[in-house]
């Protein structure tokens, strides 16, 4: 019986682990980036919705505004009255013994009229 050398085989270093470690690393980026992403579109959703509430609130300001504008309207009557404050009959200045009162006046009044023009003249 002959005993054939046995040719040794070089061998090759193989490295089944580091499919694994790789695929690993890749999953483990692709969870950041999405919960990155995640993070970004949620704080975009709260920023337009500040915006849309901030518009929203504008308008209705504006709304109540015009809304308070004609109420004003309709009490001081038509268009020829004019309001002013009540400091207007004293000295010139508001500074009299009821200086927040607003008042009314027609403007086409010849009482009215006739106070300004002989101050003027």
């Known amino acids: 019986m002959k005993i054939k050398p046995s040719k040794k ?11 694994l470690i790789a695929t690993i690393t890749l999953m483990m980026l692709l969870a950041l980036l999405s919960v990155g992403l995640l993070t970004i579109a949620s704080s975009q959703v709260r920023i337009s ?6 518009a929203e609130a504008k308008s209705l300001a504006r709304f109540s505004l015009e809304v308070s504008l004609g109420q004003l309207q309709c009490e001081l009557g038509p268009d020829q009255r004019v309001s002013a404050n009540s400091g207007i009959l004293s000295s010139g200045t508001s500074e009299g013994s009821s200086p927040y009162i607003l008042g009314a006046w027609n403007s086409w009044d010849t009482w009215l009229n006739r106070n300004n023009s002989s101050g003027m003249s």
């Open 49 to 54: 919705e500040k915006q849309l509430f901030a």
């Open 9 to 19: 085989r070089p061998i090759k270093h193989v490295s089944k682990g580091f499919a």
